[in-house]
């Protein structure tokens, strides 16, 4: 295990997606965003259960602007979770 990595993801771009995919879409660039800054595949990015009610909180119409989150690679696979969110 490594020291985890924290990051500010900002979602700015799901805004520009139909009303209805924003969540969704702000998911996927969390994964995209890790999987670029870590070098590994998008398949390999494991979100928390908490970072994903967080994101889908206000509805898929409204995901928050940006997001906090540590960063750990573990065994062969990155887990993603919320800045000060316990380990698990």
């Given at each position: 295990m490594s020291?985890?990595?924290?990051?500010?993801v900002?979602?700015?771009r799901a805004?520009?997606?139909s009303?209805?995919?924003r969540?969704?879409?702000?998911i996927g660039?969390?994964r995209?965003?890790?999987a670029?800054?870590m070098k590994?595949?998008?398949?390999?990015?494991?979100l928390?259960e908490?970072l994903?009610?967080?994101?889908?909180?206000?509805?898929?119409e409204?995901?928050?602007?940006?997001?906090?989150?540590?960063v750990?690679r573990r065994?062969d696979?990155v887990h993603?979770?919320?800045?000060?969110?316990?380990?698990?």
């Open positions: 020291e985890p990595r924290e990051y500010v900002n979602l700015r805004y520009e997606v009303r209805t995919k969540a969704k879409y702000a660039l969390i995209r965003f890790v670029r800054h590994v595949d998008v398949d390999r990015v494991k928390s908490e994903n009610e967080f994101v889908w909180s206000r509805g898929m409204k995901p928050p602007r940006r997001v906090h989150i540590e750990e065994d696979a993603v979770r919320l800045k000060g969110e316990q380990r698990g």
